[in-house]
């Protein structure tokens, strides 16, 4: 690590609250790292930086991050591997950041582990909203390990009872409909991938099955229906798809 990084560190360390989360930043290009730290402090994190993948690991194995922006374009390490070591060693959420032409390695990402992802060019508001959506889903899984009931907005998904209402109302689904709605329900806000989806619906012979995807997704759309309170299901094109709460833009 170069003294001056170091110095980022210490200075982002001593101004930062004891209480506020401190997000790992690992990007290579001086300019985004400026953009990326100013995102951040501005909204009340800690920030450490690191330029490659080598100076990362060595940042995880002295601090806890309670966040990971990670580039997937670094100079001396694969990204998509660097989300791997970390998961190994780290629950914290990690968020890709990519250049468009990555999606491919962006998808291998989220399904080694990663949580989310911003594409190049980002602007600091959705940055800074799949942060805190990646720090409350931390935060609810930190307080219940293996939650059954799920309140989105006024969806409730009850897992035991497998029970699921809209606005007191039941809603009537098949039951790959309900398992799609059970994993996008427990990690609301958090984009799961097609084949996370085709894993987490797969028939209880444990076949898994992608086939047909986009049609259970439809139906479960229209299933789910609308309101000022109603979560929505967003595709994400090419990846996958999440479960928005209604105060999320």
Do not use: W
């Amino acid at each position: 690590m170069t003294h001056q990084t170091e110095e980022h560190e210490s200075r982002s360390r001593s101004r930062r609250p004891s209480d506020a989360p401190l997000a790992l930043v690992i990007e290579d290009d001086i300019a985004q790292q400026l953009v990326l730290r100013a995102a951040l402090e501005s909204r009340g994190l800690g920030v450490v930086v690191a330029g490659t993948g080598v100076e990362a690991l060595r940042v995880l194995s002295v601090q806890e991050p309670d966040v990971v922006l990670v580039d997937l374009g670094l100079p001396d390490f694969d990204g998509v591997e660097l989300c791997r070591r970390i998961r190994q060693t780290h629950r914290c959420p990690i968020i890709v950041v990519t250049a468009d032409g990555d999606e491919g390695r962006m998808v291998m990402a989220l399904d080694i582990g990663a949580d989310d992802y911003v594409t190049k060019p980002y602007g600091p508001d959705m940055l800074m909203a799949r942060v805190r959506v990646a720090l409350r889903h931390a935060a609810a899984l930190a307080a219940v390990n293996e939650a059954t009931v799920f309140h989105i907005g006024d969806l409730l998904v009850d897992v035991e009872a497998h029970i699921a209402l809209a606005d007191g109302a039941p809603i009537e689904l098949s039951p790959r409909q309900f398992r799609l709605l059970t994993a996008l329900a427990r990690n609301a806000g958090r984009v799961l991938t097609h084949k996370q989806l085709a894993m987490a619906s797969s028939s209880d012979d444990g076949v898994s099955n992608a086939d047909g995807l986009r049609g259970a997704m439809s139906h479960l759309r229209k299933r789910l229906g609308t309101g000022p309170q109603r979560p929505r299901i967003v595709t994400e094109p090419h990846v996958g798809y999440r479960l928005m709460p209604p105060d999320t833009s």
